[in-house]
């Protein structure tokens, strides 16, 4: 069964303390992973699309990274506006077309 | 929210009628999902189509339909709606050259 989870499933830091928050995954076969930011009230937003084992892309304070079994969004020197959920999703080689999603990290930055 | 709308953004509905929910995009995407967020399930792929008049179910389709009569517009159908369908309604559009997926604002759903 395919399967995305998530960890810490809540996270509390204080503004500019560095951290990363972890995705693993089993599946049949990855076609992509999905990194996205929902902030309360609102439609997740997307963030960073990777397809390969080492493959990396930055934006801002984020970086998101991939391995074989799992990927890692860390966060350098956060600021209170960093404050979201964050989603990882997978899309299945094969499977139906839509995302596999996590429970997603609720990151907390404080001032 | 990348052109795309929602119709109702919020709805409270009795059990047993029948609700329609309403996506509608001006991106020209050919792919558009309907998926549900619950308090610890995350979010969940109900239906998707990939074009007019196609569509497929996805891991939680048991009690919604979905109609596309136009690229722009498709409708989610609870034809009898029960308490276990109140939950958060997410539409998504994709044009797959990317597979990125782009949500809009939500319909917040509660069946009473």
């Known amino acids: 069964e395919d399967q995305v989870t998530q960890s810490p499933e809540a996270l509390r830091l204080q503004e500019g303390e560095s951290s990363s928050l972890n995705c693993s995954y089993t599946?049949?076969?990855?076609?992509?992973l999905f990194w996205y930011r929902q902030d309360p009230g609102k439609g997740p937003e997307f963030l960073f699309t990777?397809?390969?084992a080492g493959e990396e892309k930055e934006k801002e304070r984020l970086k998101a990274t991939l391995t074989k079994k799992e990927s890692f969004l860390h966060i350098t020197a956060p600021k209170p506006e960093d404050s979201a959920t964050y989603l990882c999703a997978v899309q299945i080689k094969g499977g139906a077309d839509g995302l596999t999603f996590g429970k997603g990290t609720h990151l907390i930055i404080q001032p | 929210d990348a052109g795309i709308t929602q119709s109702p953004r919020h709805k409270v509905t009795e059990t047993g009628t029948p609700v329609t929910l309403r996506c509608h995009q001006t991106e020209n995407h050919r792919y558009m999902y309907w998926y549900r967020q619950d308090p610890g399930h995350g979010l969940r792929l109900i239906h998707y189509s990939y074009g007019v008049k196609d569509t497929d179910k996805g891991e939680v389709s048991d009690g919604y339909s979905v109609s596309r009569s136009k690229t722009e517009d498709f409708l989610l159908t609870l034809e009898s709606a029960t308490s276990s369908q109140t939950s958060v309604y997410f539409c998504?559009?994709?044009?797959?050259?990317?597979?990125?997926?782009?949500f809009g604002p939500g319909t917040r759903l509660t069946v009473t």
């Open positions: 990777l397809y390969s």
């Open positions: 998504a559009i994709s044009d797959r050259v990317t597979d990125e997926q782009y």
């Open positions: 599946v049949s076969g990855l076609r992509g």
